[in-house]
Nanobody
C-alpha cells in the first residue's frame, strides 16, 4: 500500500513554468513505476508522463514532449514533473499514480495504475 500526495500546482501565465511534486509514503517506493496524468473539465483523464522504478526510463505524451520532464528521487520517495513553456491547454488537475509493486516499467495506460493521489490544480492563463 502506498499513499500519494501531490503539491506544486497553481496559477501561471502562458510560457511560464511549474514543478509538481508527489510525495509517497512507505519504504518500498523504489519498487513502484510512477506516472502523471491530468484531467481537464469535461474531459477524460489522460496520460502525461511515466518513469520506471529506477528512473532510468521515461515516456511522454506527444502533447508535452520537449516541455515536461518527469524524474524521481527514491531516497526522498518523491516523483517530480517539471513543466516548462506552459500553454493554456495544459490547464487541468494533475494526478500522480503508482503501478503495483513489482512492475518495473512505466505505462501510459491509466488502468495499469493502482494508487492515485488527490490531484493538484494547474491553471495556465493566456
Amino acid at each position: 500500500q502506498v499513499q500519494l500526495v501531490e503539491s506544486g500546482g497553481g496559477l501561471v501565465q502562458a510560457g511560464g513554468s511549474l514543478r509538481l511534486s508527489c510525495a509517497a509514503s512507505g519504504r518500498t517506493f523504489g519498487t513502484y513505476a510512477m506516472g502523471w496524468f491530468r484531467q481537464a473539465p469535461g474531459k477524460e483523464r489522460e496520460f502525461v508522463a511515466t518513469v520506471s522504478w529506477s528512473g532510468g526510463s521515461t515516456y511522454y505524451a506527444d502533447s508535452v514532449k520537449g516541455r515536461f520532464t518527469i524524474s524521481r528521487d527514491n531516497a526522498k520517495t518523491t516523483v517530480y514533473l517539471q513543466m516548462n513553456s506552459l500553454k493554456p491547454e495544459d490547464t487541468a488537475v494533475y494526478y500522480c499514480a503508482a503501478r503495483p509493486s513489482g512492475y518495473s516499467g512505466g505505462s501510459y495506460t491509466l488502468l495499469d495504475y493502482r494508487y492515485w493521489g488527490q490531484g493538484t490544480q494547474v491553471t495556465v492563463s493566456s
